[in-house]
């Protein structure tokens, strides 16, 4: 009976958490991006969910009961002089003049850099597009509207986003300069605070984009950080979209990718999570129109207590689509890994060819993963395959390096570092690619 009590008392607590941090991202929306219609209506779906807990299937392997514990506020934008605070912008010589940094979720344009890019692109902030009537209106008939945007997270997200970086590319514009999106969570002395930072990015017709999105944080308090990213492809449009998450341990991060794909449009997504106390990563695909293709390459490495769990869901709908996905885990000491991916083939979707793998390398006794990859296929001519492994590093391997004067420490770290780095190789963006192989190394010296 006492068992039941306090669960009835957790999950009273948790509805009342759910209403007051509603009540705290939507305290002081900012003036130019009222959006009322769309704000009221995400409030209405925030108010009709309850806090995820183990009882929800979608989150029954992933325990976020410490989120809790924070007597979160709103971020606010910070001055010059706390500016100076962040750590130096990542160097990426590709992206040095294409350049767009969120603090707190709101555009800093001190730090940021747009010289690079055809005055036909639209990069920037949401807040100063707004200026723009004809641009504005474009903006809200796509902003909220992606698939999945009534998941409680995303919603509280819609409810009280004070910004947003908005990324346009026209009709057969090919963007050679890749752009680089960061992200960083800043907090003062020891106050929690809720960071939500939101993205909005359209490639039109014939057009192709490379996106890098990375995400910070900085200082001594906690900070939950809810992003959300709506991705829209039209026709034979193509994206290459890497995702960098390496935040403090101090951090919580949970994150929507929402992505819609037009006829013929490719969509490639490399994501790494490194950082974080507890990270949360949910993918949504959805193949609208034929011989769309779509391609999902993802590494987690964990150590300590973190918790790293990966959701993707993949939507075909039409004929002659294509989806590959191969998700990494390394984890290390007692953390937790999860993936869990689902493949949907509707009955209209023949012809098509999808596979999934998640492969999972456990270096503790301690450690543990969750793994749910899954198919549920309507249509009767397909070609789909999926599954899983789990293991620790071989014996037999480690032999037969140490057979070539090879350490048996150092034997380790090389069968580590080529587990990762079939995921880092997918990264085109060679100043990445070589930063994250010097950090996968020096982790391997575990």
């Keep these: 009976m006492g068992l039941q009590v306090s669960e009835n008392g957790m999950a009273k607590a948790a509805e009342t958490y759910l209403s007051r941090l509603l009540s705290v991202v939507a305290a002081e929306p900012l003036t130019q991006l009222a959006l009322p219609e769309l704000r009221q209506a995400a409030r209405a779906l925030v108010q009709e969910q309850s806090f995820p807990s183990a009882r929800d299937e979608e989150w029954r392997f992933s325990d976020i009961s410490e989120l809790l514990a924070l007597?979160?506020?709103?971020?606010?934008?910070?001055?010059?002089?706390?500016?100076?605070?962040?750590?130096?912008?990542?160097?990426?010589?590709?992206?040095?003049?294409?350049?767009?940094?969120?603090?707190?979720g709101v555009y800093v344009e001190s730090l940021s850099s747009r010289s690079g890019l055809p005055q036909d692109v639209t990069a920037g902030s949401?807040?100063?597009?707004?200026?723009?009537p004809e641009l504005k209106s474009q903006i809200e008939q796509r902003l909220g509207h992606a698939s999945g945007h009534n998941e409680v997270f995303t919603a509280l997200n819609t409810a009280g986003f004070q910004d947003a970086a908005v990324i346009w590319v026209p009709r057969q514009v090919q963007l050679s300069t890749p752009?680089?999106?960061?992200?960083?969570?800043?907090?003062?002395?020891?106050?929690?605070?809720?960071?939500?930072?939101?993205?909005?990015?359209?490639?039109?017709?014939?057009?192709?984009?490379?996106?890098?999105?990375?995400?910070?944080?900085?200082?001594?308090?906690?900070?939950?950080?809810?992003?959300?990213m709506e991705?829209?492809?039209?026709?034979?449009?193509?994206?290459d979209h890497v995702r960098l998450q390496d935040e403090a341990k101090t951090t919580f991060h949970i994150a929507k990718t929402a992505v819609t794909q037009a006829r013929d449009s490719r969509y490639t997504c490399t994501a790494v999570d490194l950082g974080s106390q507890v990270s949360r990563h949910h993918l949504e695909i959805y193949q609208t129109g034929e011989q769309t293709e779509t391609r999902l390459y993802g590494l987690s490495a964990i150590a300590g207590d973190q918790l790293s769990d990966t959701h993707s869901l993949i939507s075909l709908s039409q004929p002659h689509g294509s989806a590959d996905q191969l998700h990494k885990c390394i984890i290390s000491d007692r953390a937790h890994a999860v993936f869990s991916g689902k493949v949907y083939v509707s009955q209209s979707a023949q012809h098509t060819?999808?596979?999934?793998?998640?492969?999972?390398?456990?270096?503790?006794?301690?450690?543990?993963?969750?793994?749910?990859?899954?198919?549920?296929?309507?249509?009767?001519?397909?070609?789909?395959?999926?599954?899983a492994t789990v293991s620790q590093l071989a014996a037999d391997e480690i032999f037969y390096?140490?057979?070539?004067?090879?350490?048996?420490?150092?034997?380790?770290?090389?069968?580590?570092?080529?587990?990762?780095?079939?995921?880092?190789?997918?990264?085109?963006?060679?100043?990445?690619?070589?930063?994250?192989?010097?950090?996968?190394?020096?982790?391997?010296?575990?």
């Design 71 to 104: 007597e979160l506020e709103a971020a606010k934008p910070l001055s010059e002089k706390n500016l100076e605070a962040i750590a130096p912008i990542p160097n990426r010589p590709e992206t040095q003049n294409s350049r767009l940094v969120f603090v707190n």
């Design 126 to 132: 949401l807040a100063n597009l707004c200026s723009q």
């Design 179 to 228: 752009i680089q999106l960061v992200h960083y969570a800043l907090t003062e002395a020891q106050t929690a605070v809720i960071s939500q930072p939101r993205c909005l990015v359209l490639a039109e017709t014939g057009s192709h984009l490379t996106l890098v999105e990375e995400y910070y944080s900085r200082g001594q308090g906690q900070t939950f950080v809810n992003a959300v």
């Design 231 to 239: 991705v829209w492809l039209e026709a034979n449009a193509q994206i």
């Design 353 to 387: 060819q999808a596979a999934q793998l998640n492969r999972n390398l456990l270096l503790s006794d301690k450690s543990r993963v969750d793994t749910k990859p899954q198919l549920e296929i309507i249509a009767d001519n397909v070609k789909c395959a999926h599954g």
């Design 401 to 446: 390096l140490q057979s070539r004067g090879i350490s048996p420490n150092q034997a380790q770290q090389l069968l580590i570092y080529g587990f990762a780095m079939e995921i880092i190789e997918k990264i085109t963006i060679a100043s990445l690619r070589e930063s994250l192989t010097q950090q996968i190394t020096e982790w391997t010296r575990w």
